[in-house]
């Protein structure tokens, strides 16, 4: 059964402290996503990689950095959270065609 | 060229009725198109894709019709369950894995029992 794995389901954080979420997948998948996702905004990529040490930004990576050093591993950084960063955070994997979503981190900033 | 439109917004249908969801692209690079099942406090769930090659494909009680001349397809879900209430996404990407999945808003489904 294919798996991603995100280190937190909830996650309490203040202003100004450094956050960090780890995804890890056990399909030997070389691209590697992370979304957030609002209500009525549906799913924003974040950052994605395709390969390790390699990123791309996605639509709305300001406020985010990544790293990806090894291929089954896949982390999100917030330097300096904020509370408009409070959201669902969803990391995503995905081999030829099937891409395969995690729990999901629902992330509070206060 | 690259958005995938979803409609409706949301959609309530009583037990055992037929749901349909719509969503319409513009990209005719467009090869892969997965739709996405995502209830409450999760993460969302493949729950069937389709190849433009076909214009259909069923699993149990979904289905995906496909219409490419029209860039449109759509989920059907037969003999709706009250469990199948659900939020569900389409989505659309060229071949391959390192293109990303361009996905539609998104249609929260209430069946009521």
């Known amino acids: 059964d294919v798996k991603v794995t995100q280190s937190s389901r909830y996650l309490v954080k203040r202003t100004g402290e450094k956050v960090f979420l780890e995804c890890v997948q056990d399909?030997?998948?070389?691209?590697m996503f992370w979304y957030r996702q609002d209500p009525g905004l549906g799913l924003r990529l974040i950052y994605f990689s395709y390969d390790v040490k390699m990123k791309e930004k996605g639509d709305i990576p300001e406020g985010y950095s990544v790293s990806r050093e090894k291929k089954e591993r896949f982390s999100l950084i917030l330097e300096s959270a904020s509370t408009n960063q409070t959201s669902m955070y969803l990391c995503?994997?995905?081999?030829?065609?099937?891409?395969?979503f995690g729990p999901g981190t629902r992330l509070t900033v206060l | 060229q690259q958005q995938v439109k979803q409609s409706p917004q949301s959609l309530i249908v009583q037990k055992g009725g037929i749901s349909i969801i719509n969503c319409a692209y513009e990209n005719t690079a467009f090869d892969y198109f997965p739709w996405y099942q995502q209830f409450p406090g999760k993460g969302p769930a493949l729950l069937i894709a389709?190849?433009?090659?076909?214009s259909e494909k069923k699993e149990g009680r979904f289905t995906i019709s496909f219409n490419k001349s029209a860039k449109q397809f759509s989920l059907h879900i037969m003999d709706s369950q009250p469990g199948d209430s659900a939020t569900y996404f389409c989505a659309a990407s060229k071949k391959g894995g390192s293109e990303k999945l361009v996905f539609g808003k998104g249609t929260k489904l209430t069946v009521n029992p």
């Open positions: 389709i190849r433009p090659d076909v």
């Open positions: 995503a994997s995905r081999g030829y065609n099937e891409q395969f």
């Open positions: 399909m030997d998948h070389e691209n």
